[in-house]
């Protein structure tokens, strides 16, 4: 299986901060990536699919790079409503796998 | 707009198994376009890919889970379902479901069912 190691585990930013995720991959995953926000008691959502695709609806402070191991995920600026875990996926070889999610705090 | 909704038994005794059911609206079960997962988290813990189903019922089973796992489609009622036998503590979890449209995985998700493996 691919390893999917995420960092920080957690964070704790202010409103109208830059935020940034990283998540890196064991092997090469082109740009097979996906990242999740999940909110307390809620299912997670898609915000960003191939590495860097904003999905439709998805405010545009959220944005994504990277491909081959190496991936980031950014919130330009901070809104207080973005308090969520957030989780990298990759679907370049099966098993899918998640990494192990990084709590944000605000 | 595709909608996902769980439904199953919340409490399970140890040993027996695990049933729960997607319905599926918005879109055709049976669409070449969508793929068709569950996923489940334990409770403070992050989320584990338990496999995916197609229309034409060809599966895939996470390799860590596939000896205990059955996935299944009803075309006619629109849903997909999930069998997980012989479950433990271990197994108790929100379990999601979710789709998959073209090659991205996990566009739509259910709201969650909490499943407790208790005697």
């Known amino acids: 299986d691919i390893q999917m190691t995420q960092s920080p585990s957690s964070l704790s930013a202010s409103v109208g901060d830059r935020v940034t995720i990283t998540c890196q991959a064991s092997?090469?995953?082109?740009?097979?990536l996906n990242w999740y926000q999940q909110k307390p008691g809620k299912a997670p959502k898609l915000l960003i699919y191939?590495?860097?695709n904003l999905q439709t609806g998805v405010p545009s402070r959220f944005s994504g790079s990277g491909s081959g191991t190496d991936f980031t995920f950014t919130i330009s600026s901070l809104q207080p409503e973005d308090l969520a875990t957030y989780y990298c996926?990759?679907?370049?070889?099966?098993?899918?796998?998640f990494g192990q999610g990084t709590k944000l705090e605000i | 707009q595709l909608q996902l909704q769980e439904s199953g038994s919340g409490l399970v005794k140890p040993s027996q198994t695990l049933s729960l059911t997607c319905a599926v609206s918005?879109?055709?079960?049976?669409?070449?376009?969508?793929?068709w997962s569950w996923i489940r988290q334990p409770p403070g813990k992050g989320l584990e890919w338990i496999g995916y189903?197609?229309?034409?019922?060809?599966?895939y089973y996470n390799p860590s889970l596939e000896s205990r796992v059955t996935m299944s489609v009803d075309r006619s009622k629109n849903h997909f379902s999930l069998k997980l036998k012989s479950v433990t503590a271990a197994d108790t979890a929100v379990y999601y479901c979710?789709?998959?449209?073209?090659?991205?995985?996990?566009?739509?998700w259910g709201q969650g069912t909490l499943v407790t493996v208790s005697s």
């Open positions: 189903i197609y229309h034409t019922g060809s599966t």
């Open positions: 092997q090469d995953i082109s740009n097979y």
């Open positions: 996926l990759q679907y370049d070889n099966l098993p899918y796998t």
């Open positions: 191939d590495a860097s």
């Open positions: 979710a789709s998959g449209e073209t090659w991205i995985p996990f566009g739509s």
């Open positions: 918005g879109v055709s079960i049976s669409s070449d376009t969508y793929s």
